[in-house]
């Protein structure tokens, strides 16, 4: 009989909203842990970093031997493509 009852519960989300406390998850526990002794600094706001010249000729110098690869490829399977037997 207990199976019979286990198969037939079912979870009800709406039941779990309306509950009045919520556990906090297991990072949050160790977190407020970790920082009841030991509180964390202030951190600033971190902005994007600064891209250097060198990156954003790097990306170009990739993006040019991904699409001459492609490029590569199409001839190569035209030539496949027109070669007489």
Request: net charge positive.
């Amino acid at each position: 009989m207990p199976e019979r009852d286990d198969e037939e519960r079912e979870f009800d989300i709406k039941w779990a909203d309306r509950a009045e406390r919520k556990e906090p998850s297991a990072r949050a526990r160790m977190l407020a842990a970790r920082w009841k002794d030991n509180p964390p600094g202030p951190v600033p706001f971190r902005g994007e970093p600064e891209r250097r010249a060198s990156r954003s000729s790097s990306s170009w110098v990739s993006t040019a031997v991904v699409l001459g690869c492609v490029a590569a490829v199409i001839v190569f399977l035209g030539y496949i493509n027109f070669r007489p037997y």
